[in-house]
């Protein structure tokens, strides 16, 4: 079966430093989200991509979040400079594109800040 | 997106069937209601799904009300490894999902 692979499983940054996450979401996905997950609450939508296009980016702290799927199919979350609010799990999902379609989510990077 | 309420927590009985109720009242007539499980340190696993009648998968079962306004989530017969959260998560046309607290499924011995 398909899966959504991500990486680094877990991931240990110091404050001010700058981490990356990668996703590769299932073969054929059109879109991809980022969520992500702090301990003890559900994820909360970061990023979605239709393609290479950003289609929703409200809740994305773009003053040290930004995210990118240059050819539309792997992507990238990168913070920078990583504050010690930002420890989380952070859960990349694909799904096909029409709305019916369910979405997928990959195991999640866990970040924590020192 | 329709919100969603559910109780933050439920115990079962190891064998017997699981039965995890969800309150959509204001869900709209294209919107899906979709189940996930998230397992301690894992990211979320598609369940099931549907729109307006009941379906059946390998996982469980989920029964939707004629009017639509609430479902239940059926683990027919729950193992130890069940025990999760469970989120109900009303879908609409904007592609993504809204997770709330979910349901704490504990699955005792």
């Known amino acids: 079966e398909a899966e959504v692979a991500q990486s680094p499983r877990y991931k240990i940054t110091e404050k001010s430093q700058a981490v990356a996450f990668w996703c590769d979401p299932i073969?054929?996905?059109?879109?991809l989200y980022w969520y992500r997950q702090i301990l003890g609450q559900g994820p909360e939508l970061l990023v979605q991509f239709q393609d290479e296009s950003v289609v929703d980016d409200s809740q994305l702290p773009k003053d040290r979040f930004s995210a990118e799927r240059l050819k539309g199919v792997d992507s990238t979350l990168k913070i920078q400079p990583a504050e010690l609010g930002d420890s989380a799990m952070y859960l990349c999902?694909?799904?096909?594109?029409?709305?019916?379609?369910?979405?997928?989510f990959g195991e999640g990077s866990w970040l924590t800040v020192v | 997106d329709a919100k969603t309420t559910q109780p933050p927590s439920m115990d079962c009985a190891e064998g017997r069937a699981a039965n995890l109720p969800c309150n959509h009242s204001?869900?709209?007539?294209?919107?899906?209601v979709y189940w996930y499980r998230q397992i301690h340190s894992q990211g979320p696993q598609y369940i099931i799904h549907?729109?307006?009648n009941n379906e059946t998968n390998e996982m469980a079962s989920l029964i939707i009300t004629e009017d639509r306004k609430s479902s239940t989530l059926i683990l027919p017969h729950a193992t130890l490894r069940d025990t999760a959260v469970y989120y109900c998560?009303?879908?609409?046309?904007?592609?993504?999902?809204?997770f709330g607290k979910g349901t704490l499924l504990t699955v005792n011995p």
């Open positions: 204001t869900i709209s007539g294209n919107e899906y």
């Open positions: 998560i009303v879908k609409g046309s904007n592609y993504k999902l809204t």
């Open positions: 073969s054929g996905h059109a879109t």
């Open positions: 549907g729109l307006k």
């Open positions: 999902a694909s799904s096909l594109q029409d709305s019916g379609n369910t979405i997928y």
